[in-house]
Every structure is written in C-alpha cells, then in structure tokens.
C-alpha cells in the first residue's frame, strides 16, 4: 500500500490585516497546497469597455492635482478628466 502522508501546512488566516500581510504569506506558501481549500469562482471580464490612457506628469503636478482632488472629494483620476474636458470646451468656443 502507498498512503500519501498529510501535507503539513500553516492555517489559511481568515483574514489578513492588510493587502502586504496576504502577499507575505502569500510569498512564503504555495496554492498548490491549498486547493482543497479553494472554491470556485465564476466571474465575467468585459474587455470591450473603453480605453484608458496614461500620460506622465511632473512629481510636483501630481502632488498638486492629489491635494485638490482629495479637498472635492474626487478621485485625482476624476479631476483630470474634469479639467481636461473643461479646457476642450473653452478651447472649442
């Protein structure tokens, strides 16, 4: 008779204290010997949304645009867009 022998293994936690504290462990433990423990997950990807573009700004521009989008209570990613949009149009007219 050839009986694997139980893997030993450190528990899963049931939750980590931050996204570092899952790599951590992550980093040190294999899925592999974790699969009976997983479950399935059924999801759809939508790859037809619309594009996005990323463009470089100045460290100090950034930093800027952060404190102002922070102080409306938007995304900087929001007050970009805005901005832009805003300059088209007056540009336009």
Do not use: C
Not at 64 to 75: C, F, H, P
């Amino acid at each position: 008779m050839n009986k694997e022998l139980p893997i030993e293994r450190d528990l899963v936690p049931e939750e980590f204290a931050s996204l570092g504290e899952a790599g951590a462990f992550w980093d040190t433990h294999s899925t592999a010997d974790y699969e009976d423990e997983m479950e399935d997950a059924a999801f759809e990807v939508n790859l037809t949304g619309k594009p996005t573009y990323y463009f470089a700004v100045a460290k100090d521009i950034a930093t800027a645009l952060q404190v102002v989008a922070q102080q409306q209570g938007i995304s900087t990613q929001t007050l970009i867009n805005l901005w832009l949009q805003e300059k088209l149009i007056h540009r336009a007219n």
